[in-house]
């Protein structure tokens, strides 16, 4: 599998260029609370990141970007990426069709050595959701959600991964809705139409001291992040454009229980920012990408809401990924700087980012 180099040329000391993911495994003794690092700088915008065991690397390819050679990837060291598990099962820049991977977004690696993704199908039309073995590369499932849960024209980006009672959760940012999809039968269900899904109009996205647009409108984005607690038993969500974290029992989702049942057991957890990404960890602390403060915030246990992490290079942090080390690992991409948000064209500069941030012990 041929690799892909940077086609330009990076500025760094011979330290850094020694380094590799490999060796930026764990903390050591002199690692603070908050202490941010590079990881890699890319020459394509990374969509949402995923750290695996054995220090591997993987990410998607943000579709809002220019089209490019591959839609997932796996990070090799800090300037190379390689197609994963291979490019013939990716759209690349040809014509979309149902053999290959055509536009995903959200990723995440469960506890037993699967790769998932969301596969929004913008060109394709359809919404899928793909597994993968991580050691073989073999594709292990591949849902395609009915048009009743996932009508054409939806944007279903994140997604959040049960392996022990083997369900999915996705969220639908243009349909306002959250998605449960059974893993052996592809049976779904969708939950919309509650306030706690929808864009708060206070929650405004100022970056830059510029308030950002989204398709010639202010940005007001619904239901994005979610996560689950370590025992799988809670949903949390909340809007990219909101300042509420919320819970919900999983169990009225996998049960199929009714609307009305859903939303009367969503429960308000504490604040959130304005943020595109989260990640829960198994101490129960709620991580969020600081979209207006280039940022990444800690949601602690007592209900307090901290800033762990400030630096200017963190533009536009997309996603946050607990990994198996400690660490955040953080897609940094520039997207308000693309067409769909600009309505020009794209401004992004090269190169874009993967950084981590260590969180305390």
Same mark, same amino acid.
């Given at each position: 599998?041929?690799?892909?180099?940077?086609?330009?040329?990076?500025?760094?000391?011979?330290?850094?260029?020694? $380094?590799?993911?490999?060796?930026?495994?764990?903390?050591?003794?002199?690692?603070?609370?908050?202490?941010?690092?590079?990881?890699?700088?890319?020459?394509?915008?990374?969509?949402?990141?995923?750290?695996?065991?054995?220090?591997?690397?993987? !990410?998607?390819?943000?579709?809002?970007?220019?089209?490019?050679?591959?839609? $997932?990837?796996?990070?090799?060291?800090?300037?190379?990426?390689?197609?994963?598990?291979?490019?013939?099962?990716?759209?690349?820049?040809? %014509?979309?069709?149902?053999?290959?991977?055509?536009?995903?977004?959200?990723?995440?690696?469960?506890?037993?050595?699967?790769?998932?993704?969301?596969?929004?199908?913008?060109?394709?039309?359809?919404?899928?959701?793909?597994?993968?073995?991580?050691?073989?590369?073999?594709?292990?499932?591949?849902?395609?959600?009915?048009?009743?849960?996932?009508?054409?024209?939806?944007?279903?980006? *994140? $997604? !959040?991964?049960?392996?022990?009672?083997?369900?999915?959760?996705?969220?639908?940012?243009?349909?306002?809705?959250?998605?449960?999809?059974?893993?052996?039968?592809?049976?779904?269900?969708?939950?919309?139409?509650?306030?706690?899904?929808?864009? *708060?109009? *206070?929650?405004?996205?100022?970056?830059?001291?510029?308030?950002?647009?989204?398709?010639?409108?202010?940005?007001?984005?619904?239901?994005?992040?979610?996560?689950?607690?370590?025992?799988?038993?809670?949903?949390?969500?909340?809007?990219?454009?909101? %300042? %509420?974290?919320?819970?919900?029992?999983?169990?009225?989702?996998?049960?199929?229980?009714?609307?009305?049942?859903?939303?009367?057991?969503?429960?308000?957890?504490?604040?959130?920012?304005?943020?595109?990404?989260?990640?829960?960890?198994?101490?129960?602390?709620?991580?969020?990408?600081?979209?207006?403060?280039?940022?990444?915030?800690?949601?602690?246990?007592?209900?307090?809401?901290?800033?762990?992490?400030?630096?200017?290079?963190?533009?536009?942090?997309?996603?946050?990924?607990?990994?198996?080390?400690?660490?955040?690992?953080?897609?940094?991409?520039?997207?308000?700087?693309? %067409?769909?948000?600009?309505?020009?064209?794209?401004?992004?500069?090269?190169?874009?980012?993967?950084?981590?941030?260590?969180?305390?012990?």
């Amino acid at each position: 599998m041929k690799s892909v180099t940077a086609p330009f040329h990076l500025i760094a000391s011979a330290a850094w260029l020694a $380094l590799s993911i490999g060796t930026l495994n764990s903390a050591t003794a002199a690692t603070q609370t908050g202490d941010l690092e590079l990881v890699a700088q890319l020459p394509i915008r990374p969509g949402n990141v995923a750290p695996a065991p054995n220090n591997r690397l993987f !990410a998607t390819v943000h579709p809002l970007g220019a089209p490019g050679p591959a839609q $997932l990837i796996e990070i090799i060291d800090s300037t190379h990426y390689q197609p994963w598990p291979h490019a013939a099962i990716q759209r690349g820049t040809a %014509t979309a069709s149902d053999e290959k991977i055509d536009s995903p977004l959200g990723i995440v690696v469960d506890s037993k050595n699967r790769l998932w993704i969301t596969d929004m199908g913008l060109s394709l039309g359809k919404t899928r959701v793909w597994g993968f073995d991580i050691d073989s590369g073999r594709e292990l499932y591949r849902i395609e959600l009915p048009q009743a849960i996932a009508p054409k024209g939806s944007f279903v980006q *994140e $997604l !959040a991964v049960d392996d022990q009672a083997g369900w999915v959760y996705l969220a639908d940012i243009a349909n306002p809705g959250l998605i449960a999809v059974e893993i052996a039968t592809g049976k779904a269900r969708r939950f919309s139409g509650h306030p706690a899904l929808q864009a *708060e109009p *206070e929650a405004k996205m100022i970056i830059g001291g510029k308030a950002i647009e989204y398709q010639g409108k202010p940005a007001s984005v619904a239901v994005n992040p979610l996560t689950l607690s370590k025992d799988r038993a809670t949903l949390f969500f909340g809007a990219m454009n909101g %300042t %509420t974290w919320y819970s919900l029992p999983t169990k009225l989702l996998r049960e199929d229980a009714d609307d009305k049942q859903v939303g009367a057991a969503i429960k308000r957890v504490g604040p959130k920012p304005v943020s595109d990404g989260a990640s829960t960890d198994a101490r129960g602390r709620h991580f969020f990408t600081n979209l207006n403060e280039n940022g990444i915030d800690v949601l602690n246990t007592d209900g307090s809401l901290r800033p762990l992490v400030r630096d200017a290079r963190l533009d536009w942090p997309d996603s946050v990924h607990v990994s198996d080390n400690g660490w955040l690992y953080i897609s940094v991409n520039q997207l308000y700087k693309t %067409t769909a948000f600009t309505g020009q064209q794209d401004s992004g500069k090269p190169p874009y980012l993967v950084m981590r941030v260590w969180p305390g012990e």
